[in-house]
């Protein structure tokens, strides 16, 4: 009788220590992948802002489409003005010559390490893409280009999609959406910074 109770007591303590490194492991593995998914997301997302800003200054507007936005990237070109003092007349510092040049877009890109074949791709998906939108509001009595690009947590978030994971992190919401922009207002802002 003793055996066996020391036997049930063995399996019992075991049984009790798997419980608590499983709720140990769980929360500490969330908190990694959560940490690991958000930096692959937030740097696709910096990527398309950059794009969407070259796209600003190329065309006065934002891109409403990846199509578009990639299409624009690798066929046109970016100006850059110069402003120099006209060397005829030294003495008067008023007097500028105005110069522009322009550089491919997709040659600005590849040295920022942008991959446009895969801008438009949320990472850690199955080919699934960032939603991008574009616009004119009316803001402080002008009218002003904006746009928004984002994905929900529970796009890029695999196995930790399920909400039972708010549990771990209580700012964490898998619906939510993950952006940059606001189509209410001209702001670039990443979500992620909050």
Known sequence: MRIVINIFL???????????????????????????????????????????????????????TFDVLINAMK???????????????PTNTEKFIRSVTYTAASDSLNSLGIDLANLSKVPFTENKDFSIEADTVEYQSTNVWVTEVGTKWKDFMGEYSDPKYAKY????????????????????AGSWNR
């Open 10 to 64: 063995i399996l019992l303590i075991g049984l009790l220590a798997y419980m608590l490194y499983s709720s140990i492991k769980e929360p500490i593995a969330f908190g990694e992948e959560k940490q690991r998914r958000k930096a692959a997301v937030v740097q696709s997302l910096e990527n398309i802002r950059t794009t969407q800003e070259l796209y600003f200054k190329m065309t006065g507007e934002y891109a409403p």
């Open 169 to 188: 992190d209580s700012k964490y919401d898998p619906n939510v959406t993950i952006k940059f922009g606001d189509m209410n207002k001209p702001s670039l």
């Open 75 to 89: 066929n046109d070109s970016i100006p850059f003005e110069k402003l120099t003092e006209d060397p005829d007349d």
